[in-house]
Every structure is written in structure tokens, then in C-alpha cells.
């Protein structure tokens, strides 16, 4: 595996003034061998300038965030990151590589969850270059690179988890946008490592049912849903039932048999687990009568 290491070359200000200085005396030296018709002066003076031209074509400009990496002869020699007017063995070879952060919006993939439902999830990876050499050595096209790789942990991660669940204990895709979303950066991060690739954010951007089942599954959510709220209705409404007749019998408020206790229980949970507003019944006698 090829690591970066640092070449910055020299300063490039200082080499084109003396470059340029060199290029003037020689062009007037010429001039003036012309004149005088000195013919090895001329031929001196012609070699120097075309000398001096090629020299100024190791000049290379490197921006901010960005980073040129040099080649020479397909070595590796190192990667200029300071910022400036740099000048390098006019034989290297430049390739230009952007440190800057990017964003990459996947498309709209239709996979199955871990339930088998058809589902359309989308994702944004924000992610940057941080190992130059890696990027332009270890893969082809650090760019695809990125985008397949991501697109292919995309499709690994909504077959581990359920589009929807009704309870905190098991991890879904709508649910648990968090979790999701580490899970996810974490996966892309280990395909693009290779890559010198830093993955900064992924985050689910586009997630719904597939056409063909949405109707469906909605209904299915509603029916779940209801399902979940029902139990927790009645799991409360026992839970009250039980808190009632301990505080009755604890305060000796009433002493209950066990056939009055069932109807007490009875008419609790009509009224803790009914949907509709209840009409009560006034007893004005006695409770055994």
C-alpha cells in the first residue's frame, strides 16, 4: 500500500525572479551576439533560453485545500499540500486532488428489509480525500469509487434492519434515524478506508414504502399501530384496576366479595379501554340488591 509523504518542492516566487533575471540576460546576450554575428555566443545564448523555458515549467500552483501529487517517471515522489506559487523537477508529473469536503446524493435504490418488504431508501454522504496517494494509487476512480461503494453499503444496511417497529427494543429505519445513520457511516467508512477516504456524515435522505406496496403496508402500520396502543391501554387500565382494589381494601373502605370484585373489574376496564366516552348508571340502592 502506497502512503503519502510530504514533497512541497521549492518556493516559487524566488525561482521565477531568478528565472525570469536569467531569461532577460540571456535574451540580451543573444541580441547582442546577433549583432556582433558571434556564432557560438549565439548558439550558448539560444540552448540557455530554451534551457531556462523548460525550468519554468516546473512551476505549479497549489490552492487551498487541494493537493498536487508528483510523479516521475510513474514514481511516486510525494504530494505538494502548501498553499503558494511551488516549483518542482520540471520532469514531474502533476495531478491535482481536491481535499475539499463534498457531499454525494445517492439514487432512489429499491431493496428488501430484514422483513422482506420492498422498500426505496436514498442517502447523503459527506466525505473527504485525506490520503492523497491512496486515492490516486489504490483505486482507479476515487470518485466512482465513492459512490458505489456507498450505494453498496446502502443496500447492505436496509437489509438489517425493519422499515418500522412498534417497540424500543428492536432497531428500524424510521424509528431510529440516529443509530441508523452511525451504523451507516461506519459501513461506508470500512469500503472507503482503502480509498484514503474520510466519511464526515451519512444520513438517510429518501425512505418510503415501494409503490406497488405502499397502500398495503399503510394499512398494515395503521393495524400495528393500533395493535401496540391497544396493549399499552390495557396494560395501564390492569395496572390501574389493581391500584384501586389494594387502596380500597387498604383503607377498609369497602370490603368486596369476589363476585362484586369481578364486576368492578369488569366495568374499569370498559371504561379504561373503551374508545367511546361512557354512560354511566347511577345505583341508588344497595349493591346487593
Known amino acids: 500500500m502506497i502512503r503519502e509523504r510530504s514533497y512541497n518542492g521549492l518556493p516559487g516566487l524566488p525561482v521565477l525572479a531568478v528565472l525570469i533575471l536569467v531569461q532577460l540576460g540571456l535574451i540580451w546576450m543573444l541580441v547582442m551576439n546577433i549583432r556582433s554575428q558571434a556564432a557560438p555566443e549565439i548558439v550558448f545564448a539560444a540552448v540557455g533560453i530554451a534551457f531556462v523555458t523548460f525550468l519554468m515549467v516546473g512551476l505549479f500552483m497549489v490552492n487551498p485545500n487541494e493537493g498536487k501529487v508528483l510523479q516521475l517517471f510513474g514514481e511516486y515522489k510525494g504530494t505538494a499540500k502548501q498553499e503558494g506559487l511551488r516549483w518542482a523537477n520540471p520532469f514531474f508529473t502533476k495531478k491535482k486532488v481536491s481535499l475539499r469536503v463534498r457531499n454525494f446524493e445517492s439514487g432512489r435504490l429499491k431493496v428488501n428489509d430484514i422483513d422482506g418488504n420492498p422498500i426505496e431508501i436514498a442517502a ?166
Not at 457511516?185 to 472507503?192: A, F, H, M, S
Not at 370484585?261 to 347511577?282: E, F, H, W, Y
Open 124 to 289: 447523503v454522504v459527506v466525505w473527504k480525500v485525506v490520503e492523497t496517494a491512496e486515492a490516486v494509487f489504490e483505486v482507479d476512480d476515487y470518485e466512482h469509487y465513492v459512490k458505489v461503494q456507498s450505494e453498496a453499503a446502502l443496500r447492505n444496511l436496509a437489509t438489517s434492519y425493519a422499515y418500522d417497529a412498534h417497540d424500543d427494543q428492536h432497531v428500524s429505519l424510521r424509528g431510529h434515524t440516529g443509530a441508523v445513520a452511525d451504523h451507516l457511516k461506519r459501513e461506508i467508512q470500512d469500503r472507503l478506508a482503502k480509498a484514503g477516504v474520510q466519511v464526515l456524515e451519512a444520513r438517510i435522505s429518501h425512505l418510503a414504502y415501494a409503490p406497488e406496496i405502499a397502500a398495503a403496508m399503510l394499512q398494515r402500520q395503521q393495524a400495528g399501530a393500533i395493535i401496540a396502543a391497544r396493549q399499552r391501554i390495557v396494560e395501564g387500565a390492569v395496572g390501574m384496576v389493581e391500584m384501586a382494589l389494594e387502596m380500597l381494601s387498604a383503607k377498609s373502605i369497602i370490603q368486596l366479595d369476589e363476585e362484586r370484585k369481578a364486576a368492578m373489574v369488569s366495568n374499569l376496564l370498559v371504561v379504561l379501554c373503551g374508545d367511546r366516552n361512557t354512560q354511566p348508571v347511577i345505583n341508588t340502592g344497595t349493591i346487593y340488591q
